[in-house]
């Protein structure tokens, strides 16, 4: 049916649906109402359906119009997004890739604190957990959880992965733990895990983390209280109180500074993985994406002391 009509008759009915007028429809697209009239009645006519009612000089939206506009709407409106990155002006829309944990722990205030200095900028963050969307090649910049290498993207190393339990004070409080550095790992094991849903097989929970320091029997006994479907609900949760969770201590280098978050125990797990900042490998980047991961790559005392 799509192609015995008009796409201009979509964008007229749009116009029509908006303003609810067919003259103030035509002053839009530079068209006469009687063009408009005409379009709408070929658009019902293929449809075989009526898409107003008209009651005298007012119109109305028939259930099936209504319903016609909405996807039309949504499906204008998603074309204009696609068409974003070619439109001319003086700013660029740069376009991030990053998991929801890296996004909301570690990336969110570095872009706000980039975007202040860069006023002429926009930057479109794209937050995903599955290896594809991060990775393709529609993004100017990525941060990838990997070991470093990548055949599409030149990495920069941001964050090595480093493992180890932590909770608020507020819950050691309850659980009557005067000092948390003491714990042992069969203590560890017996209090309140939170975990999470592992959709990466590289990604450690509890069970894995006992295991990979030598603690088989703990593994085989962690039976986590909470289990959520992301890593940051998890973190989430143990920054309410809820218990233990397993933290990447560098996404929570800003929690446990400010002492939302405590370490439990002496041991750490450095899994060999971590986060690293990626650039295209085969195409050239403009100078405000090469800006930016200038800005995202730098130590962080680097950058404290630049905004300093």
Not at 84 to 101: K, L
Not at 171 to 190: F, K, M, N, Q, V
Request: charged share 25%; net charge neutral; aromatic share 8%.
């Amino acid at each position: 049916m799509l192609d015995k009509i008009p796409l201009e008759a979509f964008r007229v009915f749009d116009a029509a649906c908006r303003h609810m007028n067919f003259s103030r429809a035509g002053r839009e697209l530079n068209i006469t109402q009687a063009a408009v009239s005409r379009r709408i009645k070929g658009l019902e006519g293929h449809l075989n359906a009526d898409l107003f009612v008209r009651r005298g000089k007012n119109l109305e939206l028939t259930p099936g119009g209504e319903r016609l506009f909405q996807r039309i709407r949504a499906t204008l409106d998603y074309l204009e997004e696609s068409l974003e990155p070619f439109r001319g002006s003086s700013g660029q829309t740069i376009a991030i890739a990053a998991s929801g944990s890296v996004s909301h722990l570690w990336l969110g205030r570095r872009l706000r604190e980039f975007g202040k200095a860069n006023a002429g900028l926009s930057i479109r963050l794209l937050t995903s957990d599955s290896p594809s969307d991060l990775a393709s090649e529609n993004n100017d910049l990525v941060i990838l959880y990997c070991l470093g290498e990548h055949p599409r993207w030149l990495l920069t190393p941001l964050l090595a992965e480093e493992l180890a339990p932590v909770a608020a004070p507020e819950y050691l409080r309850s659980r009557g733990i005067d000092d948390p550095a003491t714990l042992t790992l069969p203590e560890l094991a017996r209090l309140d895990l939170i975990d999470y849903d592992r959709f990466n097989a590289n990604w450690v929970s509890f069970r894995q983390w006992f295991d990979r320091l030598g603690a088989q029997a703990e593994a085989r006994a962690a039976r986590p209280r909470f289990t959520f479907s992301t890593y940051l609900m998890a973190v989430d949760a143990a920054v309410r109180g809820d218990g233990v969770a397993l933290g990447s201590l560098g996404l929570l280098r800003e929690a446990l500074g400010e002492g939302r978050l405590v370490t439990l125990g002496s041991r750490s797990l450095r899994t060999g993985y971590g986060y690293y900042l990626g650039l295209p490998r085969f195409r050239t980047s403009p100078q405000d994406v090469l800006d930016l991961h200038a800005a995202l790559a730098a130590p962080e005392e680097a950058a404290a002391g630049t905004e300093a």
